[in-house]
């Protein structure tokens, strides 16, 4: 077990002030390549401004998803051969599902959130030309943490949303 520690301060995902009061914390599991079960400590926070509260959303992990954020990337990615993730074949292809429908969505998030820190708008001249995998490349680069990389702002900017289906796979707190 390890604690979850941000070394920055996160936004408020309401209003943007930063998270620095700790009001407790809480568990969440989540499951290794190997089938094992981890389990993080993760701190709960309330905005000083507008007193919501939030949890701390380690880069290593997806809200709702039973797998760390590095082996769904693996999954979605197809490079390893055999799949590294100890899931059954259904299991492989209803993370494929989600995050292809996901997709659109969470390319529309990046840029409303470039848009709202006056980032220069990536331009997609020919998208229907271009692969998913290409297309998170120009977002967010193609290297390794790239699902991280899609997720993290999308969450710290409340933009993320769960289905039904995602939600019935994560694991219930201990
Ligand atoms: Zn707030």
Redo the contacts with the bound molecule.
């Keep these: 077990m390890f604690y979850v520690r941000c070394t920055e301060l996160i936004p408020?995902p309401?209003?943007?002030?930063d998270l620095k009061k700790v009001i407790g914390s809480r568990k969440r599991q989540y499951l290794t390549t190997s089938g094992d079960t981890k389990i993080l400590i993760i701190r709960r926070l309330r905005?000083s401004?507008?007193?919501?509260i939030h949890h701390e959303l380690p880069d290593l992990l997806v809200p709702y998803k039973r797998y760390a954020s590095a082996e769904i990337e693996q999954v979605l990615t197809g490079t390893q051969s055999p799949p590294v993730l100890a899931a059954d074949d259904a299991t492989l292809y209803r993370l494929k599902k989600w995050f292809n429908i996901q997709f659109p969505y969470l390319i529309g998030c990046l840029r409303s959130i470039a848009m709202r820190l006056d980032q220069e708008e990536v331009k997609e001249p020919s998208v229907l030309t271009r692969s998913v995998h290409q297309r998170i490349g120009l977002y967010v680069g193609s290297k390794p943490g790239w699902l991280a990389r899609i997720v993290r702002p999308v969450v710290n900017a409340n933009l993320w949303v769960h289905t039904r289906s995602a939600f019935l796979s994560a694991l219930p707190l201990s």
Excluded: A, D
């Excluded at 401004?49 to 919501?52: D, F, K, Q, V």
């Design positions: 408020c309401c209003c943007g002030s905005c401004n507008c007193s919501r």
